[in-house]
């Protein structure tokens, strides 16, 4: 079993960044893929950004060069980095742990790009 807590969304201004994190429970964080997801309003929900394990990183198109997914397995814990933010990233952000048939989710943490 896997608890996931996510923190570091808010408002922030075209242009601007955030940095989201996911603190994970259990011990064994390290076999887990970790992503990042999010869910805009109107749409379904779409990965973001995953990194496994061994630090292998794959990006949605629309995020590439603007976010960057990292984890630490020491500290059971995996953030996005994001930068130039734009209006359309605007949505709830969810921190997922994936393992064959395990998938965990955390509550989820809401991203606004506003002016």
């Known amino acids: 079993q896997v608890q996931l807590v996510e923190s570091g969304g808010g408002l922030v201004q075209p242009g601007g960044s955030l940095r989201l994190s996911c603190a994970a429970s259990g011990s064994v964080f390290h076999i887990y893929t970790m992503g990042w997801y999010r869910r805009a309003p109107g749409k379904q929900r779409e990965l973001v950004a995953s990194i496994t394990g061994g630090g292998s990183t794959d990006y949605a198109d629309s995020v590439k060069g603007r976010f960057t997914i990292s984890r630490d397995n020491v500290k059971n814990a995996v953030s996005l980095q994001m930068v130039s933010l734009k209006p359309e990233d605007t949505a709830v952000y969810y921190c997922?742990?994936?393992?064959?048939?395990?998938?965990?989710w955390g509550q989820g943490t809401q991203v606004t790009v506003s002016s």
């Open positions: 997922n742990a994936k393992r064959a048939v395990s998938d965990y």
